[in-house]
């Protein structure tokens, strides 16, 4: 379905599977760069993820797909970090949205690694982290 059509509020992902979902906001707000250059809309941001709560911009154009059954809305978001990545979290990681340190809001499990909110691009790829907080309440 194409963005312009989906209603206010429906959830939807950009790619069938994809890990993160959006709503559509109803009332978009612009943004400081002007108008989407693709598609020139003039309040670009015009959906939320539901999981971290950001702002997202979807073309009015673009194909994405409509969530309806509840398992389509589930949101499987964490990753497992051992070893080396999970010790390089440890030190230099942080929360994609609050920024705040990985050390302050993360705990090594007894086998040194760590269960975390991954927070993923409109692609569904993973691109950073997120502490508790800021995964949300429904998790
Ligand atoms: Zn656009
Ligand atoms: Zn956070």
Redesign the pocket.
């Known amino acids: 379905m194409r963005f312009n059509k989906v209603k206010p509020g429906s959830l939807f992902a950009c790619v069938l599977g994809a890990r993160i979902v959006f709503y559509k906001v109803s009332q978009p707000e612009t943004w400081e760069e002007g108008p ?6 003039a309040a ?1 941001w015009n959906a939320r993820s539901v999981s971290s709560g950001r702002l997202a ?4 154009n ?1 194909e994405v797909v409509l969530l309806e059954s509840k398992q389509d809305r589930a949101i499987h978001e964490t990753v497992y970090l051992q070893g080396d990545d999970a010790r390089r979290f440890f030190k230099e990681g942080y929360c994609e949205s609050c920024l705040r340190p990985a050390g302050e809001w993360a705990r090594p499990d007894r086998f040194g690694g760590c269960e975390v909110h991954g927070d993923y691009d409109r692609g569904g790829n993973l691109c950073g982290f997120l502490c508790s907080q800021c995964a949300g309440a429904g998790s």
């Open positions: 989407c250059p693709a598609c020139g809309d670009p911009h979807v073309c009015k673009e």
